[in-house]
């Protein structure tokens, strides 16, 4: 009797499904695994945390000593001589922002609609082609979106600038502006970032869009709503955190833009006038910093730079918390 109930004991008992017995040394290499897993992935999260608050406390400490020694408000000054310690970036914050609002403003719209007719509208033997035409898009280096937009749209573009500034002058975004010739103005590097963005923002609504529950458009097609209705009061619903997360990260992707900036958009000689026209030129943080990267020199006048990069940080920082808070709180209202 002991000794069969030993051998009991000791033995693996069958499945009662008839599948093989899990061994313990399985059961062990599989929690293993987990943890190892489990390790890698909370390392590479602490990792990327890391990074960044270093980045941060890099450009902090760069700065600090900068804007320590600026004889202007380095927030309010437009000013900017580094040579002269005399450096602010209100006017290289308003064309920052000013242009990545336009991109949005023109880029946003085209995606949600692409995104729907390439979810609900579009037949399947179109729909492959063209999400992957589309999603080419990102794939053209920026250098190649600037000698576009410089060569090819500016020239096309300068009569229609011309023509809103005189009929539409009155109003400060569309002023006409001396100095500024080409085209190559805040508007139409606006637009060129718009074509750059699309993409990414495309790309990530579609994704949401083809997630929303096939219960939920089932039954407003049965209760009798038209196909818009049904996207109106199920797919966009479900969809708008998900828009509202492409706009953030197409928005930080305008924001940090450079190369086609540097290209496209006229730098304002000293002494011109600025103002808020969208029909002026400017710099933006990205494009000021490389444009001058050359003239970079020790102390100060790197350090003018780095604060800039700070505050393009900080901005970039800013929009992403402030889209997270947005999407959590719609979660929550939603459950």
Known sequence: MSSSTGASLGDELPDPDGRPPLHSDNAKTGRL??????GAATGSGLLIIAIVVLIAL?????????IGQDKVNFLTSREWQVSEKRFGILQMLWTTVATSVVALVIAV??????ALFLTHY???????????????LAAVPSIVYGLWGYFIVAPKYEPLQNWVSDHL?????????GGVGGGTTIFLVGVVLA???????????REVFAQAPAAHREAALALGATKWEMIRTAVLPFGKPGIISATMLGLGRALGETVAVLYILSSLPNGTKWTTSLFNGGDTFASKIANSAAEFTPGVGTGAYIAAGLVLFVLTFLVNALARVVIERRRAFSE
């Open 122 to 136: 579009s037949p399947k033997w179109l729909a492959g082609p063209a999400a992957a035409l589309i999603d080419l």
């Open 58 to 66: 890099f450009l902090l400490f760069q700065a600090i000593p900068a």
């Open 169 to 177: 002058g009155w109003f400060p975004l569309f002023g006409k502006v």
């Open 33 to 38: 695994g987990d943890r190892i897993f489990g």
């Open 195 to 205: 074509i750059m963005v699309l993409p990414i923002v495309t790309a990530l609504t």
């Open 109 to 114: 719209p085209f995606s949600i609609a692409i």
